[in-house]
């Protein structure tokens, strides 16, 4: 099991509820602020925004405005309150007027995750329409309405926007192991280690291509060309890779070497409740539950921790996995008290009353 307990990422929206959109946000697509001067941009923001369009904020009030709203749809989907999140969402979309720039679009990103995480299927999968007919070159439009096909049993058009966001973001590994993290968590084996295949022959020679392609091989269980990848990334200057090396020694038994790289990397990256977080996920996803747990408590320990919702869900998942089921019942019971409304947890517990 992973992070929710169940292997598939994305499609499950994974670590949390604005999972998919920070893996499409990792992506290298860099475009300058566009401005909607046609008929049909400005129909297709009315469709986005759902009242006065999209646009770049007409003052500094207004910017300040967008964002504090974009801050709290963000905290609304992390505690689970995904109707609330999409009227944040939209209210900061309402601040703006006459331009769509990279603000709006991102917002309109987390909206349609939300709008779908409420249940609004068809005004998620209308937002992303719009996206995608605004600009037929967003690659993370068609990545997130495939993960929302996928998720809704639709595998045909699923596999159909993958490929054509695939197709657009060039030589962008994070979204091929994204793509291929989805696709195998929901049955595609075959089409996901093509695609796999596929990544690990793009040739790049920069810091993070080697550390992308040693993460892949790390996944792949292929340790020795993992480290030799990641090798060349950590010369390079690549802190990220650190990580990936300890995990590869880990792996393999190998404590003494991972655990100073371990240290390194939390010395190279701070030790604030992200940095912990971040360690705790890559450990959990390597099924080291023992350390993902102790990342995740000392993040639950810093001061005023983001998403501490999930950060607890995870600290019960790590108690489950190494079989503690005594204190992921207390866990759970604790949890519970504080967020009645998460039906996810409500049935994994009936499951924890049998063991």
Known sequence: MNRLGIHIPIIQWQVNDEDMIRKAGR?????????????????????????????????????????????????????????????????????????VGDLELDICYYKATAQYKSGDTKGALTTCDALIDFDKGDAKAYFIRGSIYLKEEDGENAQKD???????????YALYLAV??????AGFSDQAEQLMTKVLKLKGDQAEDYRERGHIYLIRGDYENARKELDQAINKGDTKALLYLAQVYDAQGKAKKAQPLYENYLKKNG???????AMGDSQLEAEN???????????????????ERQLRRN?????????????????????????????????????????
Do not use: H, W
């Open 27 to 99: 992506m290298k697509l860099k475009r300058a602020r566009r401005i909607a001067t046609s008929k049909m941009a400005l129909l297709l923001a009315i469709v986005l925004a759902g009242s006065t369009g999209l646009a770049g904020c007409q003052d500094q009030k207004a910017l300040e405005n967008q964002q504090a709203y974009r801050k709290l749809g963000i905290n609304k989907m992390n505690e689970g309150d995904y109707a609330e999140a999409v009227k944040s969402f939209q209210k900061a979309l309402d601040q703006s007027k006459g331009e």
């Open 162 to 172: 993958y490929g054509k966001a695939l197709d657009l973001c060039g030589e962008d």
């Open 180 to 185: 291929y993290e989805n696709l195998s968590g």
């Open 271 to 277: 030790s604030d409740a992200a940095t912990l977080t």
């Open 289 to 307: 539950y023992q350390k993902a747990l102790e990342f995740f408590q000392q993040a639950l320990n810093s001061e005023k921790p983001e998403n």
């Open 315 to 355: 600290e019960i998942i790590c108690y489950e996995n190494l079989s503690d089921f005594a204190t992921a019942k207390q866990k759970m019971a604790e949890y519970l008290e504080d967020y009645p409304d998460d039906e996810k947890a409500q049935r994994e517990n009936i499951f924890l009353q049998t063991r």
